[in-house]
Each structure stands twice: as C-alpha cells, then as structure tokens.
C-alpha cells in the first residue's frame, strides 16, 4: 500500500499564509481522489478541501471558502492546500486524504480509505 506524507505546517500569524504539501508514496494516488482534513483539540476531525483525480471537481469547507485552495501535480504525486489569510481558528492538525471514491459534498458521509500521519498549523495573534 502507498503512503501519503504531509509538510509544511508550522507556526504562522494571524493574516498569513502557509501551503501544505502531501506526497504520494507511489503513482497510484494519481487516480484516488484527493482531499484535506483537520482536527482540533477536542474535537471531531473534520473535511476541509477535496480534489477529484481528474482535477475538474473540488469542494471546501464553507469557513475556509475564499482562503484555502486545494491543487495537485500528478507528475509529482503530490497534493497541496494554499492557506491564506488565517485565522486563529485554522489552528489544528492537517491531514492528507485519499480514495477511489468521492468523500465531498452528497458523499461527505463517506470517509477516505488512506490518511497522513499530519502536520500541525498553528495560527497566533
């Protein structure tokens, strides 16, 4: 089975940026549908972007719509997630996600078969 190997989380004020990068041990991932969750302390891990493997499809969060962009090079087996003008709120660990079947959306009850191991963001005032 493939890995999925997240990066660049880190410690960022509020108002800044950081991108995420999740990298796909192998080039099977390149036809999984890809995606972003988070969780934060006491709570429930919870969807935050989806890509479909064709790109044509992705879906976000409604408090992260406008903010955060979900993007994928098939030619470097990875996925990213641009996060801009963060929030306190943000603050959480990021998981990379993956699976053959759709997870977003009408089919959000549906959870992804391959998971990172995270990444922590941690946004400050």
């Known amino acids: 089975q493939g890995q999925l190997v997240e990066s660049g989380g880190g410690l960022v004020q509020v108002g800044g940026s950081l991108r995420l990068s999740c990298a796909a041990s192998t080039a099977t991932f390149t036809t999984y549908h890809m995606g972003w969750f988070r969780q934060k302390p006491g709570k429930e891990r919870e969807f935050v972007a989806a890509?479909?493997?064709?790109?044509?499809?992705?879906d976000y969060a409604e408090s992260v719509k406008g903010r955060f962009t979900i993007s994928r090079d098939n030619a470097k087996n990875t996925v990213y997630l641009q996060m801009n003008s963060l929030k306190s709120e943000d603050t959480a660990a990021y998981y990379c996600a993956a699976d053959v079947k759709p997870f977003w959306g009408a089919y959000s009850d549906s959870k992804p078969d391959y998971w990172g191991q995270g990444t922590q963001v941690t946004v400050s005032s």
């Open positions: 890509m479909s493997w064709s790109g044509n499809i992705r």
